[in-house]
């Protein structure tokens, strides 16, 4: 969605139906040479305009629609509209009114497809009749609310959604004044409910008594909405379900479309060009290998977010930083005969350091944005061959940029993941845990990250948390040991024992990278050694 604060209003000339402004007004709006008039005698004197020769000669045996104009219009728009009428009965009683269906359909299905920027033709609107429903509806509503007493004319209003479905809401019409009474018609502020199409008419359908229409002319008051867009999962925009605002030309074409990437649709190609690689949204795929590959060996190196948009979006290819929280059983089983993941704390990423549960966040504090997954590895059952992958949830209570006082930034997390065993029989309960996190970037030239962390939950299996950068460089946060005596009947209840709690400062380069040192209670440590304290944890104490 784009939003502006703009205020902008279009107010398109009358049509005064002069044959000096011919040209001007035939670009704008429709039937004008069709219905041009010249004043017939005793049309009062019209100072609107200036001359007032002409008129638009409207009636239900020959021109049932005078002039008339189609504006694209968004929800939260508004429209002035002016118009004057004049007739003289001569003492007829009003004939049965002749039905303008076939007309108007012509009319709409003409204007609506040259608005609608190449969605649909006259001839699909035509061939499908699906603006029939909503003008026959409309007609009805005319002949069941007008003065008999009078021609069977009015000045209209009719909307049609961008699936050219009839608005009632924003549809209307006015009769025409009394006999010989110059009568001039002003609605202002009436309001657009629903992105579409607009047709503003006048018309006639009495057949023996001539309605005169002068002047007609529209103000478009465009409200904030300038654009929607809908997408289908990997990115293609849905182009006839997403709609903007009619600009013309000198207006910047909005570019910045799914998750805020860059469209580069120059000759067709159609692709976002992110920071680090190119997606192609009708494939769902990079067309460059990811350059943080080998941290992410369970991935195909060109997939788009894992291939998980429900949960997951890619904001660069790249992100500036990735925080890793993962549960695992340190033993070769389980217990009860399920396989454990074998394995020590480490920040290692491929096919031998398995995790029961792994979530991953992709932070950028340039773009102030974040996305997150969660994921299992596979559960086997050796001694029935069984082997099957669960599909653990994730939450999030906080995840939020702000702006400190002292002109620091900081990502402020809570965040949860559960789990279960996919091959356990019957209902189980599932690994809990709950991480809260600060991260901030702080120091005269944003040369450290400082990072405040808690853990809490089950406390069973083994859990690890580290955070990585854009070279691929990781740095432990915290590990959870399972505690003495601990066993899988700990995982029983949404528990919230402590895990860990840590605090600490990672030195940056000026790229923003790790630039291998961590500070702890005052002290440097080389990143290899600060890793090296919790590789070296037991993973049971």
Known sequence: MVLTDEVQQDAYPPASMETAQAATENALYSNIDATRND????????????????????????????????LKVMAGDKFNLRVSD?????GATPGTPV??????????????????????TQAELNNSGILSPGVLQFLNNTSNNYNTQKPKAFVNCILFDEQFKYVSSSS????????????????????????????????NETPNIDVYFDNLQVTHVRGALLETNEFYPFGLRM???????????????????????????DLGWNTYQMKFRTMDPQIGRFLQIDPLAPQYVHNSTYAYAENDVIRAIDLEGLEKFIVTNRSFHPDATFGGGYSGDARNFTTQENKYT??????????????????ANVRSDESHYPALGLTDKATPTQDFKQAEFTKNPNGTTSFDLQTSYAGDNPLFPGKVDMIDVKTNM????????????????NMKGDNFPAAESYIRDANGTAVFIGVAPIPKGGNVTDIIGNNNRPMFTTGFNIELNKSGNFSGKVIYDGVKYPIPQWNKFSEETPTKR
């Not at 004049?86 to 001569?90: A, D, L, P, Q, S």
């Not at 398995?354 to 996305?371: G, H, L, P």
């Open 99 to 120: 039905n303008p269906l076939t007309e108007l359909l012509s009319a709409l299905t003409s204007g609506v497809a040259t608005m609608s920027g190449g969605k649909t």
């Open 172 to 203: 209307g019409f006015e009769q025409v004044g009394g006999d010989e009474v110059f009568t001039t018609h002003v609605r202002n502020d009436l309001p657009i409910d629903k992105s579409g199409y607009l047709y503003v008419y006048v018309s």
């Open 438 to 453: 600060s991260l901030t970037i702080t120091g005269k030239d944003n040369q450290f990250l400082s990072i405040g962390a």
């Open 86 to 90: 004049w007739y003289r009965t001569n």
């Open 354 to 371: 398995t995790s029961r549960i792994e979530q991953k966040i992709n932070i950028d504090f340039t773009a102030k944005t974040y996305s």
């Open 239 to 265: 182009e006839m379900i997403s709609y903007k605002s009619f600009k013309g030309d000198g207006y910047p074409v909005n570019k910045k479309l799914f998750t805020s990437q860059t469209l580069d649709d």
């Open 39 to 70: 004043k017939p005698a005793g049309y009062p004197n019209d100072t609107y305009t200036n001359p007032n020769d002409k008129v638009a000669k409207t009636n239900g045996n020959g021109n049932k629609i005078g002039p008339a104009i189609v």
